[in-house]
């Protein structure tokens, strides 16, 4: 313990020494275990420093007391706030006094006048709460303050995400209005991903040199979205493999995405109407470990020389490794991820990179379904709105500088894209 | 019916999560929370299935002599002796458990992290070459960050004449964070705001049904 | 010539790895030293976010790491911590990563014992938890409903520390230093977002880049990104601090400067041989 901190304890010690607690205190800050029989006959009767210290000038008053429902949360909380009047002592602490709906008022806590403000939770939502806040100072107790009342509520809706919740709407409503053009049979077009067209190629070349082909899902679990849309993109490669007759490899790191790959694969082999091909023992789990998982994977790799690898899903530090790995072994690299830390890795040592958002359109562009082609247009569609708004906004709070109406649309920007 | 189930407890969970978002009232505060400590518990159990595969896996590649089947004895090995430290003496400090993951398998995983620093090397000797005016235009910002980042960077500026006891005697430190704060800043929200666009679309697509094939069979 | 050429665009990537190797463990054998030019930048901006907390705040540092990027990390936990109790700023550990609550008592223990800083009164480790940012959400209304008690069992009631900290609002500065996930962005999104917490990070060297976009936000106060950025808070300290121990992120700059400059020489030799060989080969380069 620090020097500096060891005197004003000493000092507490000796005057806690002093004195006793009366039984039945309430202990807190501004009350001190006082004197049994010392400080009878004291008008400060709830407690003091000593006797020997006569109560000084009333203590300063609470004034603008008010209660109110906490917005937005889940209910039984309040906020109290106060404000100092600048005459009589300064008090040291505020005493919360709380009743509810014609009980008796209990003690809710104590606090630092100059907090200003106090939340209360774990209350009962449509009971009326009353707050009397009590100004403490030298262990003396001032006039009580006055009351506030208020009535907890939960919030059915979180107004401090309205806006969120009205441009999730718009990006939502223009998705599907394009899913609902591409059912009713408009031709969509979706420029040509080289990745994505190089899969066929991959697949025939690990065919032709009868070499295995490796598949990694990424190294999170399936609540990872990256993760998910990796599977989707499994099975229409495992329809491909099963099509072509390769051998598929996938190695997992999680328990669960290896169940999900098992039966994603059977699924689609089943499909492509060849069961007798589907090898469990193939789509193994390795470890959990991060950098274990990468040497295992690195294993495979020299070990079974796959024709082609894919990397496609959430990698961290381990990327680089599996994709030098697998261009040392000479095979052809498709890798995709939304990492962006791990896209250069991926683009300087794979052939074919899938950035960010491909990833998920992967699966939309293998299957050439309209539903999910015209899902990949209001992808852009939305893209496109929010390009709008990025420009409006720099537009605005550029210009706001110099002209106030542009400055109130900017703050309205801010307003639509904030959330709580 | 197969499909059907699947794809229902989808669309309601999925509505929850998004729900819990914007609707703070019980329960769909709570709902959110469930549904997660919920998947925990089964992701907890799952280890067990992933446990249970890798000795199948193993104990068959030994059973019937697969190629290279005298690593399994090794990883099965392993996994038994550390199960058996865990279990026996505990995984706290000083432990046994303990000791072979500080003193084994913590430096294999520094070792591993460490092979970055040579394929690194390697992948930038392979891929950054000047092909075009982009691929000129990036070997250059990799020059000047890769000098930026480290001290030796100023150190050369500072052997021209005058650099030294100029007004910017960080010139070359200078321009890296330039580079970091400035292009590499927007490249990052680019991407960032295009994947996100990804994540809400595809999640669109489970919860509502459209995008079917991670359950697998036709749609 | 030309033989030559052809040569030096396909180097054996042993050899590549070799001098590699070479260029790391030279500089740290023959305790190279180059000066670090300090400036403005996020390092200088975590240490002027420090640097003004009143002394008594409280700051928590979540120790988002493990032993595998503990080179990088760990000197700027110990210099972080230095910097915490030498300005009399008291210290909240976590984690959110399983070792990184040891590597964070390692780091705590080690600033403490130096600066006479007392666990329970100046420092706390309260341990791993599992949630991330479900327990970041958690831990801004209680901060006991997470730690019910500390790493070593103690009850959080029974933490002198703890006893005017209940709930995330209340401290003065959030660190995370940060491996991966979960780390600096649970933070941003829990801390800094939801609760109004100033949060600064720390991370590795590749990470570093993609944290930028929130220090242009204002959502990070400021940032030690890899080892360049744990050298930097070192260099920094001993500048300002009068008596300020050396640490370790110091020399590895040496190595890392050397090592910048030869994967640098191995480009230049690959691109001088694309370009003469390039007008040899017929239709488009790749």
């Known amino acids: 313990?620090?020097?500096?901190?060891?005197?004003?304890?000493?000092?507490?010690?000796?005057?806690?020494?002093?004195?006793?607690?009366?039984?039945?205190?309430?202990?807190?800050?501004?009350?001190?275990?006082?004197?049994?029989?010392?400080?009878?006959?004291?008008?400060?009767?709830?407690?003091?420093?000593?006797?020997?210290?006569?109560?000084?000038?009333?203590?300063?008053?609470?004034?603008?007391?008010?209660?109110?429902?906490?917005?937005?949360?889940?209910?039984?909380?309040?906020?109290?706030?106060?404000?100092?009047?600048?005459?009589?002592?300064?008090?040291?602490?505020?005493?919360?006094?709380?009743?509810?709906?014609?009980?008796?008022?209990?003690?809710?806590?104590?606090?630092?006048?100059?907090?200003?403000?106090?939340?209360?939770?774990?209350?009962?939502?449509?009971?009326?709460?009353?707050?009397?806040?009590?100004?403490?100072?030298?262990?003396?107790?001032?006039?009580?303050?006055?009351?506030a009342s208020v009535v907890p509520a939960a919030s059915w809706f979180h107004m401090g995400r309205l806006g969120m919740f009205i441009l999730l709407t718009i990006l939502t409503l223009v998705i599907l209005a394009y899913i609902e053009r591409a059912k009713r049979g408009h031709k969509l077009y979706v420029r040509e991903i080289a990745g994505i067209s190089a899969v066929d190629d991959a697949v025939g070349r690990a065919t032709e040199m009868g070499r295995p082909i490796l598949y990694i899902p990424g190294i999170m679990d399936m609540d990872d979205i990256q993760t998910i849309a990796s599977m989707v993109i499994l099975g229409r490669v495992a329809s491909k493999t099963a099509e072509y007759g390769a051998n598929l490899l996938v190695p997992n790191t999680r328990s669960v995405v290896m169940s999900v790959a098992q039966e994603v694969v059977k699924e689609a082999y089943l499909a492509a109407g060849r069961p007798d091909a589907y090898r469990r023992e193939n789509i193994n789990y390795l470890t959990d470990d991060q950098f274990g998982y990468a040497a295992g994977v690195d294993g495979i790799m020299v070990r079974q020389r796959p024709a082609a690898i894919f990397l496609l899903g959430t990698f961290y530090a381990e990327s680089l490794i599996l994709a030098e790995t697998g261009k040392s072994v000479g095979a052809i690299q498709i890798a995709g991820t939304a990492m962006v830390s791990q896209l250069p890795f991926f683009i300087a040592a794979c052939d074919y990179t899938l950035i960010g958002e491909e990833l998920f359109a992967a699966s939309a562009y293998l299957s050439h379904e309209p539903k999910l082609l015209g899902s990949l247009k209001g992808q852009d569609a939305a893209k496109l709105v929010i390009m709008i708004l990025i420009l409006l906004g720099v537009a605005a709070a550029t210009l706001g500088t110099a002209w106030p109406p542009a400055a109130k649309a900017a703050d309205f920007l801010r307003l639509l894209t904030h959330v709580d | 019916m197969r499909l059907f189930v699947p794809l229902f407890m989808t669309f309601i969970c999925g509505m929850i999560i998004i729900l819990q978002f914007f609707v703070p009232h019980r329960p769909f505060s709570t709902l959110g929370e469930r549904l997660t400590d919920w998947y925990m518990i089964v992701a907890s159990a799952a280890i067990f299935l992933g446990a249970v595969n890798l000795l199948q896996v193993h104990s068959a590649r030994i059973r019937f002599r697969q190629k290279n089947w005298q690593y399994s004895p090794v990883v099965i090995g392993g996994f038994l002796v550390m199960m058996a430290a865990g279990f026996g003496w505990g995984v706290a400090d000083g432990k046994p458990f303990d000791w072979m993951f500080q003193t084994m398998v913590v430096p294999m995983g520094a070792t591993m992290f460490s092979l970055l620093a040579f394929f690194v090397a390697s992948a930038a000797f392979r891929a950054f070459r000047s092909s075009n005016w982009r691929a000129t235009l990036l070997l250059v910002s990799a020059f000047i960050v890769m000098l930026g980042r480290v001290p030796i960077g100023d150190v050369i500026w500072r052997l021209i004449p005058g650099a030294?006891?100029?007004?910017?005697?960080?010139?070359?430190?200078?321009?890296?964070?330039?580079?970091?704060?400035?292009?590499?800043?927007?490249?990052?929200?680019?991407?960032?705001?295009?994947?996100?666009?990804?994540v809400v679309a595809t999640s669109l697509r489970m919860i509502f049904g459209i995008e079917r094939s991670y359950l697998g069979g036709s749609d | 010539m030309g033989r030559l050429l052809e040569r030096l665009d396909k180097v054996d990537r042993r050899v590549i790895y070799i001098l590699m190797a070479a260029s790391v463990i030279v500089p740290l054998a023959l305790k190279l030293d180059f000066p670090i030019p300090i400036g403005s930048g996020p390092s200088m901006d975590l240490y002027m976010a420090i640097d003004t907390l009143p002394p008594g705040s409280t700051v928590i540092i979540s120790f988002d790491y493990d032993p595998s990027t503990k080179a990088e990390l760990q000197?700027?936990?110990?210099?972080?911590?230095?910097?915490?109790?030498?300005?009399?700023?008291?210290?909240?550990?976590?984690?959110?990563?399983?070792?990184?609550?040891?590597?964070?008592?390692?780091?705590?223990?080690?600033a403490a014992d130096s600066l006479?800083?007392?666990?329970?009164?100046?420092?706390?480790?309260?341990?791993?938890?599992?949630?991330?940012?479900?327990?970041?959400?958690?831990?801004?209304?209680?901060i006991e409903a997470v730690y019910p008690q500390d790493r070593d069992g103690v009850p959080y009631d029974s933490i002198p520390l703890m006893r005017d900290v209940r709930r995330l609002g209340d401290v003065d500065l959030a660190i995370s230093l940060s491996a991966g996930d979960p780390g600096i962005h649970?933070?941003?999104?829990?801390?800094?977002?939801?609760?109004?917490?100033?949060?600064?990070?720390?991370?590795?060297?590749?990470?570093?880049?993609?944290?930028?976009?929130?220090?242009?936000?204002?959502?990070?106060?400021?940032?030690?990104?890899?080892?360049?950025?744990?050298?930097?808070?070192?260099?920094?300290?001993?500048?300002?601090?009068?008596?300020?121990?050396?640490?370790?992120?110091?020399?590895?700059?040496?190595?890392?400067?050397?090592?910048?400059?030869?994967?640098?020489?191995?480009?230049?030799?690959?691109?001088?041989?694309?370009?003469?060989?390039?007008?040899?080969?017929?239709?488009g380069a790749k």
Not at chain 1, 111 to 131: F, H
Not at chain 3, 118 to 139: C, K, P
């Open chain 1, 1 to 147: 313990m620090r020097i500096a901190s060891i005197a004003p304890l000493l000092l507490w010690t000796l005057a806690v020494a002093q004195v006793s607690a009366p039984p039945g205190l309430a202990s807190g800050p501004g009350t001190q275990p006082g004197a049994a029989d010392s400080c009878s006959g004291c008008p400060a009767a709830a407690g003091c420093l000593t006797c020997a210290a006569p109560p000084a000038a009333a203590t300063a008053r609470l004034l603008d007391i008010s209660a109110a429902d906490v917005p937005n949360d889940v209910g039984g909380a309040v906020e109290l706030a106060w404000t100092m009047s600048e005459e009589g002592v300064p008090a040291d602490s505020v005493q919360v006094l709380r009743s509810a709906a014609g009980a008796e008022p209990e003690e809710a806590g104590w606090i630092l006048p100059a907090a200003g403000s106090w939340a209360d939770e774990g209350l009962r939502d449509g009971v009326e709460y009353t707050y009397t806040l009590v100004p403490w100072a030298g262990g003396v107790a001032g006039a009580p303050a006055g009351s």
């Open chain 2, 164 to 198: 030294a006891a100029s007004s910017h005697p960080n010139l070359v430190n200078e321009i890296a964070e330039w580079i970091m704060q400035v292009p590499n800043m927007a490249g990052q929200r680019a991407v960032m705001i295009g994947a996100s666009l990804g």
């Open chain 3, 75 to 110: 000197p700027m936990a110990v210099a972080l911590t230095r910097h915490l109790f030498g300005h009399g700023v008291r210290v909240i550990g976590m984690a959110m990563w399983p070792q990184g609550a040891s590597l964070g008592q390692q780091a705590m223990a080690q």
């Open chain 3, 116 to 142: 006479g800083a007392e666990q329970y009164e100046d420092w706390v480790n309260l341990g791993y938890t599992v949630g991330a940012g479900v327990s970041l959400l958690r831990m801004g209304s209680s």
């Open chain 3, 186 to 283: 649970s933070w941003v999104m829990m801390a800094k977002d939801t609760y109004g917490v100033p949060v600064g990070g720390g991370c590795t060297a590749v990470s570093a880049p993609e944290f930028y976009t929130y220090l242009g936000t204002g959502q990070l106060v400021g940032l030690l990104g890899g080892l360049r950025g744990a050298a930097d808070y070192e260099t920094i300290l001993r500048e300002r601090i009068p008596g300020a121990p050396g640490g370790l992120a110091t020399p590895g700059m040496a190595a890392q400067s050397i090592s910048h400059l030869v994967i640098m020489g191995f480009i230049v030799i690959g691109n001088v041989a694309f370009i003469a060989g390039r007008s040899k080969r017929k239709g």
